[in-house]
């Protein structure tokens, strides 16, 4: 009876050892579990998967690797099943290992050794296509990483180019508004340096300094704090607006003031940006282009636009016809009457010195037809033209004595007619009538250019009534 005693406390006690251990293991294990959750789930490896799935992101030869390399273990896997399951007598290590020959293109080396009556027909098209597949992914995979190797070396024996310290201009972006962008800079010998996420071979390569990859992280390598001017034109407005207020926390650092100019695709946008960043200036492409398209609507040519003050001047060529609004106008009453700027006329007969073509040409020059006119104007300008809705000029009285010399008059006359647009018979006989008045319709900078041109020949005194 002790024996069975002693016999049954031994093995409760084996029992509640066993159960012990196995309590114990079981807590070992949950913590073990709890350590590893704890550690994929800390910031610092949540914060180095955001980098890798940015640095995945920053080239686009990564991303086209690892999806090559995917494709290749998914149809190693895929193709060693099925030789595995079809062709009689071989092992795992044997399918595994044929399915690498067929992944690198060993079509012939694999079919050549095994015995055509134990492999399917249908195993042996999957297996070669297989291989054609591998080609166009896997092979072309190797084809990128021989690239990237090359061009690193190439690299290397690349000159860099210093950095500007400051007052320069920092371009974000390089897509087409970019590139156009770039090259004007270039062409005005302005210090500047191209951020953006990928690189392009273009001739700017070896010219201008040149940072390329995640535009944010790259932004703080090009003295930000001390640049003159930030062009942010990506394509994405909020990546463009990121940079911008990044640009403004650099320069308040160091008490300086900073040019921004952001490229955004809605109105509203802008609006909201205006108030945001109120030292900025945003474009709106798709407004700008309306104005543009608006401009094109009168019937003249647009030959470019830009923002001016936070408004959009348009750059329009006319053609003067017959019935236009501005034939027999001289430039003075287009320019104050319509409120734009005559920066370029060609004429269509040529004057007595031969020349046909003038750059900011003289106030005096009347329109006629076949004239070309470049202006400067805005949407409301370019409506007032199109309806001879001419801003109304004041009334000046001219009284003018007879001069010393009356050979002046002839003279006197012509410059009364240049300036003040009025007839050259009425001109004429003014000066054939002396002592005597005159009023005229004129704007302020054409009446004291009156004054000024006729206080030389003869006594005057204009004023406005």
């Given at each position: 009876?002790?024996?069975?005693?002693?016999?049954?406390?031994?093995?409760?006690?084996?029992?509640?050892?066993?159960?012990?251990?196995?309590?114990?293991?079981?807590?070992?294990?949950?913590?073990?579990?709890?350590?590893?959750?704890?550690?994929?789930?800390?910031?610092?490896?949540?914060?180095?998967?955001?980098?890798?799935?940015?640095?995945?992101?920053?080239?686009?030869?990564?991303?086209?690797?690892?999806?090559?390399?995917?494709?290749?273990?998914?149809?190693?896997?895929?193709?060693?099943?099925?030789?595995?399951?079809?062709?009689?007598?071989?092992?795992?290590?044997?399918?595994?290992?044929?399915?690498?020959?067929?992944?690198?293109?060993?079509?012939?080396?694999?079919?050549?050794?095994?015995?055509?009556?134990?492999?399917?027909?249908?195993?042996?098209?999957?297996?070669?296509?297989?291989?054609?597949?591998?080609?166009?992914?896997?092979?072309?995979?190797?084809?990128?990483?021989?690239?990237?190797?090359?061009?690193?070396?190439?690299?290397?024996?690349?000159?860099?180019?210093?950095?500007?310290?400051?007052?320069?201009?920092?371009?974000?972006?390089?897509?087409?508004?970019?590139?156009?962008?770039?090259?004007?800079?270039?062409?005005?010998?302005?210090?500047?340096?191209?951020?953006?996420?990928?690189?392009?071979?273009?001739?700017?390569?070896?010219?201008?300094?040149?940072?390329?990859?995640?535009?944010?992280?790259?932004?703080?390598?090009?003295?930000?704090?001390?640049?003159?001017?930030?062009?942010?034109?990506?394509?994405?407005?909020?990546?463009?607006?990121?940079?911008?207020?990044?640009?403004?926390?650099?320069?308040?650092?160091?008490?300086?003031?900073?040019?921004?100019?952001?490229?955004?695709?809605?109105?509203?946008?802008?609006?909201?940006?205006?108030?945001?960043?109120?030292?900025?200036?945003?474009?709106?492409?798709?407004?700008?282009?309306?104005?543009?398209?608006?401009?094109?609507?009168?019937?003249?040519?647009?030959?470019?636009?830009?923002?001016?003050?936070?408004?959009?001047?348009?750059?329009?060529?006319?053609?003067?016809?017959?019935?236009?609004?501005?034939?027999?106008?001289?430039?003075?009453?287009?320019?104050?009457?319509?409120?734009?700027?005559?920066?370029?006329?060609?004429?269509?007969?040529?004057?007595?010195?031969?020349?046909?073509?003038?750059?900011?040409?003289?106030?005096?020059?009347?329109?006629?037809?076949?004239?070309?006119?470049?202006?400067?104007?805005?949407?409301?300008?370019?409506?007032?033209?199109?309806?001879?809705n001419l801003h109304s000029p004041k009334q000046w009285q001219l009284r003018a004595k007879p001069p010393l010399n009356s050979s002046v008059l002839l003279d006197a006359g012509n410059k009364l007619k240049n300036i003040s647009g009025c007839d050259l018979e009425l001109a004429r006989r003014f000066m054939e009538s002396l002592p005597a008045a005159i009023e005229l319709p004129m704007y302020d900078v054409q009446a004291y250019r009156?004054?000024?041109?006729?206080?030389?020949?003869?006594?005057?005194?204009?004023?406005?009534?």
């Amino acid at each position: 009876m002790e024996c069975v005693e002693n016999d049954f406390t031994t093995s409760k006690s084996y029992l509640e050892s066993e159960k012990y251990t196995e309590q114990n293991k079981s807590s070992q294990l949950n913590r073990i579990a709890h350590q590893v959750q704890t550690i994929t789930a800390s910031k610092f490896w949540q914060h180095k998967w955001q980098q890798l799935i940015i640095w995945f992101q920053a080239v686009r030869s990564r991303r086209l690797i690892f999806l090559g390399l995917v494709t290749a273990v998914i149809l190693m896997i895929t193709s060693s099943v099925v030789l595995y399951l079809n062709v009689p007598n071989i092992s795992w290590q044997k399918a595994i290992s044929t399915s690498m020959i067929l992944l690198l293109g060993g079509y012939g080396d694999v079919f050549g050794g095994l015995q055509e009556d134990l492999v399917p027909l249908w195993v042996s098209i999957f297996s070669l296509s297989i291989t054609l597949i591998s080609l166009l992914f896997l092979l072309g995979v190797v084809g990128l990483i021989a690239d990237s190797i090359l061009s690193s070396k190439f690299a290397f024996f690349k000159r860099s180019l210093p950095l500007p310290k400051r007052d320069h201009i920092i371009l974000i972006g390089f897509g087409r508004l970019g590139q156009r962008i770039a090259d004007l800079l270039y062409k005005l010998k302005l210090p500047f340096v191209i951020v953006s996420e990928n690189p392009h071979d273009c001739d700017l390569a070896d010219k201008v300094p040149w940072l390329t990859g995640n535009i944010i992280e790259e932004l703080s390598k090009v003295n930000l704090g001390l640049a003159k001017s930030i062009l942010s034109v990506t394509d994405d407005q909020m990546l463009n607006l990121e940079a911008a207020l990044l640009a403004r926390d650099a320069s308040q650092k160091l008490n300086r003031h900073i040019n921004l100019a952001i490229r955004t695709y809605d109105r509203y946008f802008s609006e909201n940006l205006a108030e945001l960043l109120p030292s900025s200036q945003s474009f709106c492409a798709y407004a700008l282009s309306a104005e543009a398209f608006a401009g094109a609507a009168f019937g003249e040519n647009m030959l470019s636009l830009f923002r001016l003050n936070q408004r959009t001047v348009l750059v329009a060529e006319y053609v003067i016809e017959t019935d236009d609004t501005l034939v027999g106008k001289n430039l003075s009453q287009i320019s104050y009457g319509y409120t734009v700027v005559p920066i370029y006329l060609k004429k269509n007969s040529p004057k007595a010195d031969g020349h046909t073509e003038f750059f900011m040409p003289s106030d005096d020059e009347v329109m006629k037809v076949g004239d070309r006119l470049t202006l400067l104007a805005s949407i409301s300008g370019l409506r007032r033209i199109e309806l001879g809705n001419l801003h109304s000029p004041k009334q000046w009285q001219l009284r003018a004595k007879p001069p010393l010399n009356s050979s002046v008059l002839l003279d006197a006359g012509n410059k009364l007619k240049n300036i003040s647009g009025c007839d050259l018979e009425l001109a004429r006989r003014f000066m054939e009538s002396l002592p005597a008045a005159i009023e005229l319709p004129m704007y302020d900078v054409q009446a004291y250019r009156l004054g000024q041109a006729l206080m030389r020949l003869l006594p005057i005194k204009i004023y406005p009534l």
